[in-house]
């Protein structure tokens, strides 16, 4: 059964730094890797898809990379800004029936 | 402007209550799921429904029924449901289900508090 583990839990910076959240999954036989934004009360928004041929994906200040036979995916987030904080999840897809696998996410506060 | 909809946006029931939650997309797409979000917990996907047809999960209690009467519209019938279930419940949908590069769309949720 695939797991996927979100590191940190939480984090909390100063604006304007480049940060890195982490995303580990167990099973490497995967279609593609998303990374969502949930705001409080609200549903989720995606950020980036990375199919399972690609290396790396980016979207203005945002970059994500797989590594999918380690199992691995990063989300940095350039130049940080106060609208970043949010809690950021990575999900992964396997196929049939399962639809998405989801980590617990990571809560970021950027500071002003 | 999601382009998926979910109402209502909150709900409070009793245990013996029948209820059901609404989801509407406009995107002009094939594939819709529901996913349970708990406290603490990751998402958890309840139904995947491909072209109107049900993908079969075994995982869900039968107090949760969904129905999906076309491909824009996903109803989750609720029934004689338990103070655990009370979770954020969204929808989301997909071009197609099983090809890798097709990104969900999720609308707001459903905040259900069961009393």
């Known amino acids: 059964k695939q797991e996927v583990t979100q590191i940190p839990a939480a984090l909390s910076v100063p604006e304007g730094e480049n940060l890195v959240l982490n995303c580990s999954f167990t099973?490497?036989?995967?279609?593609?890797l998303q990374w969502f934004r949930q705001d409080p009360g609200k549903g989720l928004t995606s950020l980036l898809l990375i199919q399972s041929s690609q290396r790396e994906q980016t979207s203005g200040r945002l970059n994500a990379s797989l590594d999918k036979s380690s199992g691995r995916s990063t989300l940095y987030i350039a130049a940080s800004q106060p609208g970043d904080s949010a809690t950021y999840l990575c999900?992964?897809?396997?196929?049939?029936?399962?639809?998405?696998?989801f980590g617990k996410g990571t809560h970021l506060i950027i500071q002003p | 402007e999601t382009g998926v909809t979910q109402t209502p946006r909150h709900l409070v029931m009793g245990m013996t209550n029948k209820k059901s939650l609404k989801c509407e997309q406009h995107l002009g797409h094939n594939a819709m799921y529901w996913y349970k979000q708990s406290a603490k917990k990751p998402l958890e996907l309840m139904f995947v429904y491909s072209l109107e047809e049900r993908v079969e999960n075994n995982s869900v209690p039968s107090r949760f029924s969904p129905e999906c009467p076309n491909s824009s519209h996903l109803f989750l019938h609720l029934h004689t449901l338990q103070p655990e279930d009370s979770a954020l419940y969204l929808c989301a949908s997909s071009r197609t289900h099983l090809q890798g590069n097709q990104p969900q769309h999720f609308g707001d949720g459903t905040r259900l508090s069961i009393l």
């Open positions: 099973d490497s036989a995967i279609y593609n």
């Open positions: 999900a992964v897809f396997g196929g049939g029936a399962d639809g998405l696998t």
